[in-house]
């Protein structure tokens, strides 16, 4: 968060503004005085979207329907990044079928499939 003479501060930087959400950024940022600075995180390919996360490190952890709904009822919008549009291999379950652990959640069908 961002302060000025010690109390919470919100601001708008022009380069800031077209940058855009991700669950799984290709950069973080921080505040360096009035500068806010941008580092890459992964490789950034020519003409790929800018990205960084509106959320924190803990929301970031949680599973895709809490991370979305944290987002929805803070920031307003229902977050359709490829993050959550992906299943997320982070919470995959015990198939009884193949007795893999390879059961997975896909939020764009709100199912759970198993990916064997």
Known sequence: SITHEGYP???L???SVKIWHSCYP???????????LYRAVKAIKKGEQLTITFIDDVELWKSTPLRQDYILKTRFYFCKCERCRQPDLARSM??????NDTVLHYPAADCWVCAT
Do not use: E, R
């Open 26 to 36: 290709n950069m973080v940022f921080f505040a360096d005085g009035p500068t806010i």
């Open 94 to 99: 015990h198939c009884n079928s193949c007795g």
């Open 13 to 15: 930087y022009f380069n």
């Open 9 to 11: 501060s919100l601001a």
